[in-house]
């Protein structure tokens, strides 16, 4: 758990999962906090599963899912905003946060399946 905990990519995630589920807090959307609140919490959360795994190609598997889950987020947050759901700020700064993540995962899954 020490190298997770040392990966700058899951500490970002978990800050963002942090910032989303804080941003959210007076949403009256239940249904779109939800599906937000579970998109942005599966980014840091499946970093850790695939961390756990022993074999690259899994952990890899996982790394994808948690890219996946990124492009969900940066998607919902740009919907929050235009639907009026959610503030113009800070909602932005975290879409563009989903997208720093996402690119590192990127790079993260190259590296190690490059081994």
């Given at each position: 758990m020490d190298a997770l905990k040392n990966l700058e990519v899951w500490q970002k995630s978990c800050r963002l999962s942090v910032n989303t589920y804080t941003l959210l807090g007076d949403c009256r959307n239940h249904g779109f906090a939800n599906q937000l609140g579970r998109a942005a919490l599966s980014i840091a959360s499946n970093i850790a599963e695939g961390y756990e795994r022993e074999g690259s190609k899994d952990?890899?598997?996982?790394?994808?899912?948690?890219?996946?889950?990124?492009?969900?987020?940066?998607?919902?947050?740009?919907?929050?905003?235009?639907?009026?759901?959610?503030?113009?700020?800070?909602?932005?700064?975290?879409?563009?946060?989903?997208?720093?993540?996402?690119?590192?995962?990127?790079?993260?899954?190259?590296?190690?399946?490059?081994?």
């Open positions: 952990r890899a598997r996982f790394l994808k899912v948690a890219k996946g889950s990124c492009a969900e987020a940066w998607t919902q947050f740009l919907i929050g905003v235009e639907a009026g759901i959610l503030p113009t700020k800070p909602t932005l700064d975290y879409a563009d946060e989903a997208v720093r993540i996402r690119q590192m995962l990127f790079a993260l899954i190259r590296h190690i399946e490059s081994k």
